[in-house]
């Protein structure tokens, strides 16, 4: 018997031919209608069960979260809610699930409890739709660069360089962590260690990203990055997924336009391949909303965002436009800001990037020619000798999304940055290289792709949009 996903059957629309369908039962009502569900889409096939034919043991063995396997004839409904459904003439039961210890039952959990049963939370209506769109995201990504001559770089997980400078770094080592091998001055001797040197988890891959931007011109990466901050928000992430294009002969200006395409295009994308589940997250937040006060709730509807930011031009703004801006904003004046903003050169934070988008715009915005203090070592420096050519583009509701910049190319320059940020020019010989051998203007960003799922599917917390986030104090499953 032919075996076909439940999201090809209801696309089709096809009747009066026999199937079989596998997949979990997500409510069984009236002794009858088994509602199965097999991830392929958010739609349910509803099947019809004959009950005289079964004991009463069997029937209560079908109960929510038991895996199923049902053959039947493919019919037009009688019900109202769906256009076809099964008639069951052949149930077998693959997995049995004890109604009275499976966690997820047909009711509304929290997202928290959820959280804690991460391992069975795809089972819900809400992360599976928000999984299948993290799936049409990343295609998207892949196809935009693909579509427009990039190639993806793999770029390595253990390196021996901070490329951000943060000093955020997982340490990797396979040294005794009791009994480390000790120098002479007692620290531990990481040249006895698996590498030869220290190495950590890495930060980003954009060092190597530029790299081979040297050669193939027109790159992406797109892997997991770590950061050991200690930063316990809903926008941070332990382990999170970043995308890097970097491309030679660009410039600031050509990075923004990137970006800002780049994003549109992934955002029609998911408008277009992930509508179902788009609809139902949509409605998913307006039911949650119902009980909110009017000036907490969304002010638009979730694919109506996602239509606006797609279909409009992102603003672009210099730091210091948009300090000036934030400086005479009412709540810097009325002391409503956490951090008050006064001297030029202080690093924005998120409170002061969502007033600039959420209030003082209303649409994303790239922030750029940051003070080069507040940035990393490798952005170009501006002819103003104060600035760097860097850029920031911040979304509703998220604050932060992407961040790059123009790179510094100039061998001189870069040298000079790094004495000033105490870089070993040992330790970045091979970046240096690049400088020395044929090196051109050139420019790339990151994107955080968790960010931009939560942006896409409208949920509130980053740790909703990854299988398994990894999350200081949490490592589980
Ligand atoms: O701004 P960041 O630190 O930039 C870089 O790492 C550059 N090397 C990128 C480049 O030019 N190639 O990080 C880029 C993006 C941020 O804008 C944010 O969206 C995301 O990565 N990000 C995080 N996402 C989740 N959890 C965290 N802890 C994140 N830190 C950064
Ligand atoms: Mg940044």
């Known amino acids: 018997m032919s075996k076909v996903s439940i999201a090809t059957l209801i696309a089709d629309e ?3 031919f026999k199937t079989t369908v596998k997949g979990w039962v997500r409510t069984f009502r009236s002794n009858r209608f ?4 097999d991830g392929s889409t958010i739609k349910n096939l509803q ?7 079964y004991s009463e043991a069997e029937i209560k063995r079908i109960s929510t979260g038991a895996c199923l396997s049902l053959t039947g004839e493919i019919v037009e409904s009688q019900g109202r809610g769906q256009s076809l459904e099964m008639v069951v003439s ?3 039961i693959l997995g049995d699930s004890n109604p009275d210890e499976f966690p997820i039952q047909p009711k509304k959990h929290s997202l928290e409890f959820l959280r804690e049963n991460a391992h069975l939370r795809f089972r819900t209506n809400t992360f599976s739709a928000v999984f299948r769109i993290r799936h049409a995201v990343s295609f998207a990504i892949h196809q935009y660069f693909n579509d427009n001559g990039f190639f993806n770089i793999h770029s390595p997980i253990i390196t021996g360089s901070d490329a951000e400078g943060a000093g955020e770094m997982f340490r990797v080592t396979a040294l005794d962590a009791k009994k480390p091998p000790l120098t002479e001055d007692g620290a531990v001797n990481y040249k006895e260690d698996f590498f030869g040197k220290e190495t950590n988890l890495t930060v980003s891959g954009q060092l190597e990203a530029e790299l081979a931007a040297m050669a193939l011109s027109k790159v992406y990466t797109f892997g997991p990055t770590f950061r050991a901050e200690n930063s316990n928000t809903s926008r941070h992430l332990a382990e999170f997924w970043m995308i890097e294009p970097e491309v030679a002969f660009n410039d600031l200006f050509d990075n923004m336009d990137l970006a800002e395409d780049f994003l549109k295009y992934v955002i029609n994308y998911v408008l277009e391949n992930g509508a179902d589940d788009l609809e139902f997250l949509e409605n998913r937040i307006l039911d949650e909303e119902k009980n909110m006060k009017a000036d907490l709730r969304q002010p638009f509807a979730l694919r109506e965002k996602l239509k606006m930011v797609a279909d409009q ?5 210099s730091y210091t436009d948009a300090f000036n801006i934030l400086r005479n904003s009412k709540p810097n004046k009325k002391k409503k800001f956490d951090y008050l903003l006064d001297e030029w050169g202080a690093d924005l934070q998120s409170e002061h990037e969502r007033y600039l988008v959420e209030k003082h715009f209303g649409k994303p ?5 940051y003070p080069a203090k507040i940035k990393a070592f490798y952005m170009r420096m501006n002819d103003d000798g104060k600035t760097v050519a860097a850029m920031d583009i911040l979304f509703p509701g998220i604050g932060e999304i992407v961040g790059g910049s123009q790179r510094e190319e100039r061998l001189e320059n870069l040298q000079q940055k790094m004495k000033e940020f105490n870089i070993p020019e040992e330790e970045m010989w091979w970046y240096l290289d690049t400088r020395k051998f ?3 203007k050139h420019a790339g960003f990151g994107l955080g792709f968790e960010r931009l799922v939560l942006f896409i599917t409208g949920m509130t917390n980053v740790r909703d949009v990854i299988p398994f986030p990894r999350t200081p104090k949490n490592a589980e499953f």
């Open 14 to 16: 096809k009747v009066g």
């Open 34 to 37: 088994v509602a199965m569900n």
């Open 47 to 53: 099947c019809v069960i004959d009950f005289e034919k």
């Open 90 to 92: 052949e149930l077998e």
């Open 313 to 317: 031009d992102f603003e672009r703004v």
């Open 365 to 369: 915005v790239i922030l750029y020619d």
């Open 438 to 440: 044929g090196t051109c």
